[in-house]
């Protein structure tokens, strides 16, 4: 529960609202994190929020911060050299697939940052896998995260981008990110899946892959509720009968899809 002190050691401008940091520990370091987990950032004075982490690499945790608050704006404007206090690592992981199999990533917007160290971890290994899909929604071509990766990623994945707004020189796609799930290749039957983003696009994206035979327990989700505590003593972030600083952020569909068909009040 006690926040450790970490020094901002880089920080990238993703776009106008959104910014990338790297933190690395004062001293001794948080235990390891694993993609799909998230940390409690403490921009000292502001207050404390849950962030996935987006990247893990020698002894450095990134992590992509919108800045929607007080607490989000306060780590946004935070220059190299500044101290962040940070404590987890929190939550479920996205569970590596099996090998040999299909893998499709969906995301839309900034649920790509939650997904990018699963991406990583699989571009290490690409080999052992068959198809491996990534498809990215946004709101404007202004919007999309990790420009410099894309290269990377397209040259060993089959990574699409739509936008809902396109503006002159757009070259990806437009229309909802499920669209790109049309005509994407892939064996239902050997198939993993993992899914991050708005809500309503969970939804509807899994129900496109249920549709095409993916089993409930083969989607992976990760969601974002009001967390606090992080380890279930406030019970402000309860879906039903679930706690998801606790018992997630990442799911198997076939756990959560009846309480996200719950409309919100």
């Not at 893990?56 to 500044?82: M, N, Q, W, Y």
């Not at 690592?89 to 995301?107: E, K, M």
């Not at 020189?169 to 993993?192: I, M, Y």
């Amino acid at each position: 529960m006690t926040p450790i002190p970490y020094r901002v050691a880089a920080r990238r401008r993703e776009s106008a609202d959104t910014v990338t940091l790297d933190l690395v520990p004062a001293a001794e370091p948080l235990r390891p994190f694993r993609p799909g987990q998230f940390a409690m950032l403490y921009p000292f004075g502001a207050g404390e929020i849950p962030v996935s982490v987006s990247r893990i690499a020698d002894g450095a945790l990134g992590h992509t911060v919108r800045a929607v608050g007080k607490v989000s704006e306060a780590l946004c404007r935070a220059e190299p050299g500044r101290w962040v206090g940070v404590r987890g690592p929190y939550g479920t992981i996205w569970q590596t697939p099996p090998a040999g199999s299909d893998v499709v990533i969906v995301s839309g917007g900034i649920g790509l940052a939650p997904l990018r160290p699963l991406i990583h971890q699989l571009l290490n290994c690409a080999e052992a896998f068959g198809r491996i899909s990534v498809l990215a929604g946004f709101r404007n071509p202004g919007e999309v995260l990790f420009l410099d990766e894309l290269p990377r990623w397209r040259s060993l994945t089959d990574t699409r981008l739509t936008v809902d707004h396109p503006e002159p020189g757009w070259q990806g796609g437009t229309g909802l990110v499920t669209t790109l799930l049309e005509d994407t290749s892939f064996r239902p039957d050997h198939c993993a899946a993992y899914l991050c983003g708005p809500e309503p696009m969970m939804r509807a994206t899994a129900r496109a892959l249920l549709a095409r035979g993916v089993p409930g327990e083969r989607i992976r989700v990760s969601l974002e509720r009001n967390m606090r505590c992080a380890t279930g003593w406030c019970g402000h972030c309860q879906l039903g009968p679930t706690l998801v600083c606790r018992d997630g952020p990442v799911f198997g569909w076939d756990r959560v899809a009846d309480d996200l068909a719950v409309p919100e009040r």
